[in-house]
């Protein structure tokens, strides 16, 4: 397989609504949507998940596309690769920049994928014909807005809430979501808000039955979650902390976590998640897909990702209808009683919508 073009587009899509976090609010989703092109004139998409600030991480769309144009597409371009997994090798001497490199990565699998004539789950391994698929909730105004949205979402199916807290939107917020829905599968994300300091209002959080509390501190600790994690009962899930295999294999061995959040974007594409999912399942510590307000071409391949065989957590990838009034594939992602049906069509499985991707573009080139 050898890619010979590849087309870089900015998009900007709109949310239906705000979303807020514990670093700020936004509403404007900037991206970049890569397509490549192989010698036999089929395109294989990816989508690059860093945010227009390095709010969740240090890498951004800008610092996304210097990568892409002067690294990341030229050692690529004209190389003969056999299996997607090669691609971490022509990046070998690239540190970092697992957002970028995910970019083209995952186009390279769902061209892979059709090339080979299967779905991109079945090339990667996985065996599931539908996902259980949850929710993720960002801060809100009040309780009772929280309540109202978690009300219509359980209506809706999905198999899991997952509420972003910060210091003040957590434990009395989350007694009043438990009152309420006392058995509703239920998790917290605190996007690194915390230190050890707050290991009392953390340690209250036990008496609700969490599923887990993901990232409660630094973006680039696993000591300190350790700690916390012998004084609370609550299973610890790392996200931001975990951008490598060797990263979760340090983590697992510290006790730092009992799961593992997997973004494709965040440890540098799928074959890496796959080598996480592989360890994470050796040592019986679930995973689960995390979600980075991905348009239809990111939200696929979490779907793909998600049939491997322990991915036994519903993740965040919800239907495309949540957060956009139109997405940019064909058939949109749709989730019926809590539930993705993964399609088996060769690659990603959903056809790119070209005219709707061209009314997103803000800035597009090619490089051949
Ligand atoms: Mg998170």
Redesign the pocket.
């Given at each position: 397989m050898q890619i010979k073009e590849v087309t870089l587009r900015h998009l900007q899509m709109k949310l239906k609504f705000p979303f807020t976090t514990s670093f700020g609010t936004f509403q404007d989703r900037d991206f970049i949507l890569l397509e490549a092109k192989d010698k036999n004139g089929h395109s294989g998409w990816g989508e690059s998940v860093a945010f227009h600030s390095p709010w969740y991480s240090e890498e951004t769309m800008k610092t996304n596309w210097h990568m892409l144009e002067d690294y990341l597409i030229p050692a690529l371009l004209n190389q003969e690769i056999t299996h997607p997994d090669e691609v971490s090798e022509v990046f070998s001497n690239i540190r970092k920049n697992n957002m970028a490199k995910s970019t083209i990565e995952g186009a390279v699998w769902d061209l892979y994928s059709q090339e080979q004539g299967i779905s991109l789950a079945s090339a990667l391994g996985g065996k599931k014909s539908k996902i259980e698929v949850g929710i993720?909730i960002g801060i809100q105004d009040t309780a009772s807005d929280l309540l109202r949205i978690i009300e219509k979402h359980v209506e809706e199916g999905y198999k899991r809430m997952k509420v972003k807290i910060k210091p003040g939107w957590d434990v009395d917020v989350m007694r009043e979501v438990r009152k309420e829905f006392p058995d509703v599968p239920l998790m917290a994300?605190a996007?690194s808000a915390y230190t050890l300091k707050d290991i009392d209002t953390l340690k209250a959080l036990d008496e609700f039955d969490l599923m887990m509390i993901?990232?409660p501190l630094a973006s680039d600790d696993i000591i300190d979650h350790a700690k916390l994690q012998q004084a609370i009962s609550t299973p610890v899930?790392l996200?931001?902390s975990i951008h490598s295999y060797e990263d979760a294999r340090k983590a697992i061995e510290l006790g730092s976590c009992g799961i593992i959040?997997i973004k494709i974007g965040r440890v540098g594409g799928l074959s890496e998640s796959k080598r996480i999912h592989d360890l994470c399942e050796s040592h019986h510590s679930p995973v689960w897909c995390?979600g980075m307000l991905e348009s239809g071409i990111g939200r696929a391949h979490n779907v793909a990702l998600t049939t491997l065989s322990n991915f036994i957590m519903p993740g965040d990838t919800a239907a495309s209808s949540r957060y956009w009034e139109k997405d940019i594939i064909t058939p949109e992602v749709t989730v019926e009683d809590g539930y993705i049906t993964v399609p088996n069509k060769p690659g990603i499985g959903y056809e790119p919508d070209l005219e709707t991707i061209e009314s997103y573009t803000i800035e597009k080139k090619t490089y051949k």
């Open positions: 993720s994300d996007n993901e990232q899930c996200d931001e959040n995390g």
